[in-house]
């Protein structure tokens, strides 16, 4: 009630007709007029919508960029996880991407792989280890599992489809599941 969206809203139009590129997350649906208004074009990300950002799709970043990017995005999506987690999930991680010939040289040219192929790398993984280490690869498979198609989350397991050519944009994330905004808006900022 202090005017905080009115004052967003004025700075985003003086920016954009200033000349600068406008990019909204927005979490409630309330920046879509001003999209409407400027000609911008809203991107819906929900679970029932064709675009997605695939967690695993490079997305013109550096591999290892990637890679550290994905632990930080765990951490969002599985809550905690330790130094141990951290590092199978690397290795897992590095695997998934070196089945589809992505590594530290070459990345640019392969499609990259989905939340189901990381699963499969830690399942394949876990039955090369100590008893004693299953434990720690069954929590993170249970956890990795709701992203994956067969888990409540399973929207997200599949190739990134987005394709954007405006000045001004609205990444419209208002009908997504509370439980997933934040995973979604670390990807769009991403």
């Known amino acids: 009630g202090s005017g905080k969206s009115y004052f967003t809203k004025l700075l985003i139009s003086r920016q954009f007709m200033n000349g600068?590129?406008?990019?909204?997350?927005?979490?409630?649906?309330?920046y879509l007029?001003?999209?409407?208004?400027?000609?911008?074009?809203?991107i819906t990300i929900s679970k029932d919508s064709k675009t997605i950002i695939n967690p695993l799709d490079l997305m013109g970043h550096e591999y290892l960029e990637k890679r550290l990017s994905l632990i930080d995005l765990f951490s969002i999506m599985f809550g905690d996880i330790n130094e141990?987690?951290?590092?199978?999930l690397d290795r897992a991680i590095d695997m998934t991407y070196e089945d589809k010939g992505i590594d530290r040289d070459n990345y640019d040219a392969s499609e990259p792989p989905i939340i189901s192929d990381l699963y499969a790398m830690l399942e394949k993984l876990m039955k090369s280890v100590p008893k004693q280490e299953e434990v720690t690869y069954r929590a993170l498979l249970n956890r990795l599992r709701m992203y994956t198609s067969k888990g409540v989350f399973g929207f997200l397991?599949?190739?990134?489809?987005?394709n954007f050519d405006n000045n001004f944009v609205c990444f419209n994330i208002g009908?997504?599941?509370?439980?997933?905004?934040?995973?979604?808006m670390y990807l769009v900022l991403d």
């Not at 600068?20 to 409630?28: A, G, M, R, T, Y």
């Not at 007029?33 to 809203?42: C, N």
């Not at 397991?157 to 987005?162: A, C, F, M, P, S």
């Not at 009908?175 to 979604?184: A, E, I, T, Y």
């Open 20 to 30: 600068c590129d406008i990019i909204i997350i927005d979490p409630q649906g309330e």
């Open 33 to 42: 007029a001003i999209t409407e208004q400027y000609k911008g074009e809203t």
């Open 84 to 88: 141990l987690q951290k590092s199978i």
């Open 157 to 162: 397991d599949r190739q990134t489809q987005i």
């Open 175 to 184: 009908n997504m599941p509370k439980q997933v905004k934040p995973v979604v």
